[in-house]
């Protein structure tokens, strides 16, 4: 099993910045993803940013640019700087870790931390 502990999240003004933090513990395999997600109030969840176990990154794009996404493996943390905030990326942030055997994986979900980005 894997425990995923958000936190960093708040009320910004548009322009504004926040770092979010994801701190992982259990059993984390060797070979793992980690991601942050948000959804919207009526909107999908949605992918924001993934990074491999070997920092390898993407991101969506909308939030290119404005966001980085970072890990330290020795402390199990993932991190998302969020820049230059926009009303629209107000959501529910959600931390995610996949770990991955042979040709599956299991994914595991933290509780979320609210962002809100007044105009």
């Known amino acids: 099993q894997v425990q995923l502990v958000e936190s960093g999240g708040g009320l910004v003004q548009a322009g504004g910045s926040l770092r979010l933090s994801c701190a992982a513990s259990g059993s984390i395999f060797s070979i793992n993803t980690m991601a942050w997600y948000r959804q919207a109030p009526g909107q999908q969840r949605e992918l924001v940013a993934s990074i491999s176990e070997s920092s390898s990154t993407d991101y969506a794009d909308p939030v290119k640019g404005r966001f980085t996404i970072s890990r330290d493996n020795a402390k199990n943390t993932m991190y998302l700087q969020m820049n230059r905030l926009k009303p629209e990326d107000t959501a529910v942030y959600y931390c995610?870790?996949?770990?991955?055997?042979?040709?599956?994986?299991?994914?595991?979900w933290g509780q979320g931390t609210q962002v809100t980005v007044s105009s």
């Open positions: 995610n870790l996949k770990n991955y055997y042979g040709l599956g994986y299991k994914a595991y």
